[in-house]
C-alpha cells in the first residue's frame, strides 16, 4: 500500500496570505496525484487531478506541483472560503488519501 | 444536474450486515468507474472499494476485503455496497464518487454521503 503523508496536520492563516500545503509518497507515483478541499459538513471536492491541473470551476489562485513522491499544493491568496480540510490522494496504485491538513483562520 | 445520492445507512450491531445503494443521475452511469469511500466520524478519507464500469472489476482495499461487496445495476442507475460481519470500526459516513472522465484517476463527482454506525 502507498503511504500519503501530509503536512502539517494544521496550520493558522490570516486571509490573504499565501499558503502552501505537502504531501509526500510513501513510494514513486509519477504525476498520479490529487488535491481535495472539504469543508465542514459537506462532501470532499476535487480541485486539482495529475498533480497540477485544475478541476474544473477551480479558481486560479489553487496551484500544484511535484511529481514522483513530493507534491505541493499552494493557495495564493487565501479567501475566507478557503478555510477547510485538505486532502491529497494517490491513485497510481489503487487510492489512498493522505491524513488531512486543516486550514483554520488565525 | 450531475448528481449522486447514498442511501441505506443506519444502526446496526457488530456482526450485522447493511446493503448502502448510490443513486446517479445527470450522466450516463453505465459509461462511468465509480467507487465508495468512508469517513470515521473526525477522521479522514479512506477507499473501500471500486467497480469499472460494466461491473467485471471490482477490488475492494485489505480492511474490508471478504467482508464488502460492490455491485451495480446499470438499468437502475445504482451502486449498491454490501457489507457483512460489520464491526465497530466500521462506523463512518460513506460516501460514494465517480471517478473522472480522464486518464487520471481522482473522483469528480461525490454524493452527500450515509451515515452508518456500528454499535451494541
Known amino acids: 500500500e502507498i503511504v500519503m503523508t501530509q503536512s502539517p496536520a494544521a496550520l493558522s492563516v490570516s486571509p490573504g496570505e499565501r499558503v502552501t500545503l505537502s504531501c509526500r509518497a510513501s513510494?514513486?507515483?509519477?504525476?498520479?496525484l490529487a488535491w481535495y478541499q472539504q469543508k465542514h459538513g459537506q462532501a470532499p471536492k476535487l480541485l486539482i487531478y495529475?498533480?497540477?491541473t485544475r478541476a474544473t470551476g477551480i479558481p486560479a489562485r489553487f496551484s500544484g506541483s511535484g511529481s514522483g513522491t513530493e507534491f505541493t499544493l499552494t493557495i495564493s491568496s487565501l479567501q475566507s472560503e478557503d478555510f477547510a480540510i485538505y486532502y491529497c490522494?494517490?491513485?497510481?496504485?489503487?487510492?489512498?488519501f493522505g491524513q488531512g491538513t486543516k486550514v483554520e483562520i488565525k | 444536474q450531475v448528481q449522486l445520492v447514498e442511501s441505506g445507512g443506519g444502526v446496526v450491531q457488530p456482526g450485522e450486515s447493511l446493503r448502502l445503494s448510490c443513486v446517479a443521475s445527470?450522466?450516463?452511469?453505465?459509461?462511468?468507474?465509480v467507487h465508495w469511500v468512508r469517513q470515521a466520524p473526525g477522521k479522514g478519507l479512506e477507499w473501500v472499494a471500486f467497480?469499472?464500469?460494466?461491473?467485471?472489476?471490482?477490488y475492494n482495499p485489505d480492511p474490508v476485503k471478504g467482508r464488502f461487496a460492490v455491485s451495480r445495476d446499470n438499468s437502475k442507475n445504482t451502486l449498491y455496497l454490501q457489507m457483512n460481519g460489520l464491526k465497530a470500526e466500521d462506523t463512518a459516513l460513506y460516501y460514494c464518487?465517480?471517478?473522472?472522465?480522464?486518464?487520471?484517476?481522482?473522483?469528480?463527482?461525490w454524493g452527500r454521503g450515509t451515515l452508518v454506525t456500528v454499535s451494541s
Open positions: 464518487a465517480r471517478r473522472l472522465r480522464s486518464s487520471h484517476k481522482a473522483f469528480d463527482v
Open positions: 445527470g450522466f450516463t452511469f453505465n459509461s462511468d468507474e
Open positions: 490522494q494517490q491513485y497510481n496504485n489503487w487510492w489512498t
Open positions: 513510494q514513486s507515483i509519477s504525476s498520479d
Open positions: 467497480i469499472s464500469y460494466g461491473g467485471q472489476n471490482k
Open positions: 495529475g498533480a497540477s
